[in-house]
Nanobody, 124 residues
Framework: VQLQASGGGLVQVGGSLRLSCAASGRTFNGYVMGWFRQAPGKEREFVGAITWSGEWPQYADSVNGRFTISIDNAKNTIYLHMNNLRSEDTAVYYC??????????????????WGQGTQVTVSS
């Protein structure tokens, strides 16, 4: 299984960015796709997650209402749409796959596969 994240970059406060994560290597029915982020000196934190079928999206309180996850099953790609970005959103963003949908989606250690990360920098 491979996860290829892309779309990071430098954006101003209040701006928008879309991250992509292309998955390959098997079928992913029943999986959960999550997004996490890690800022310098901080622990990796949950951003949001969604089922591979595009149902039951969950978001961290810090991004709820600003970030949206969508999925294109035909392309095996999941997206993180980030709007109204803040300086505290600066981090390396990771996509990850969790094969056990009944688990706590916010717990990073429960995810089986991880992408390489993409840097998002929000400047003021």
């Amino acid at each position: 299984v491979q996860l290829q994240a892309s779309g990071g970059g430098l954006v101003q406060v209040g701006g928008s960015l879309r991250l992509s994560c292309a998955a390959s290597g098997r079928t992913f029915n029943g999986y959960v796709m999550g997004w996490f982020r890690q800022a310098p000196g901080k622990e990796r934190e949950f951003v949001g997650a969604i089922t591979w079928s595009g149902e039951w999206p969950q978001y961290a309180d810090s991004v709820n209402g600003r970030f949206t996850i969508s999925i294109d099953n035909a392309k095996n790609t999941i997206y993180l749409h980030m709007n109204n970005l803040r300086s505290e959103d600066t981090a390396v963003y990771y996509c990850a796959l969790n094969s056990y949908s009944d688990s706590d989606w916010a717990v990073a250690i429960l995810y089986d596969y991880w992408g390489q990360g993409t840097q998002v920098t929000v400047s003021s």
